[in-house]
């Protein structure tokens, strides 16, 4: 047997229809449908999501999010529910913040022996 044969044909891959349809949205809630298809079968979930904080810093250099939030998941009898904490920084990077990197990195460690960059 090659390995050739090991593959499955991807013709015969059903690939899942998903479907998200927001059913509530409020400042600090969602609630979503979400709808699977596959072979002739459909299940439907509820997706609930409840932001419980959010705090925006923004600087000259960097903007930092967080958001804490409580998501429950229903789907047919079953059920899941956890709470998630996402933490975003974006840093700004202009030409005089490269320059300052450029300066701090200028030396390197050779030997045991530290040379300058030319």
């Known amino acids: 047997?090659?390995?050739g044969e090991c593959q499955p044909n991807l013709d015969d891959i059903e690939i899942p229809s998903i479907t998200l349809t927001v059913l509530e949205?409020?400042?600090n809630y969602t609630e979503t449908l979400i709808t699977l298809e596959f072979e002739d079968t459909i299940i439907e979930g509820i997706i609930a999501e409840t932001l419980?904080?959010?705090y925006e810093e923004f600087s000259e250099k960097t903007n930092r999010t967080v958001d804490f939030a409580f998501i429950e998941i229903t789907i047919e009898e079953s059920f899941i529910a956890f709470y998630t904490m996402n933490y975003f920084?974006?840093?700004k990077i202009n030409?005089?913040?490269q320059q300052i990197n450029y300066q701090e990195n200028k030396y390197r460690k050779r030997d045991g022996e530290y040379f300058k960059k030319l």
């Open 1 to 3: 047997m090659s390995c």
């Open 95 to 97: 030409k005089a913040f």
């Open 25 to 27: 949205e409020e400042e």
């Open 89 to 91: 920084i974006i840093h």
């Open 52 to 54: 419980l904080f959010h």
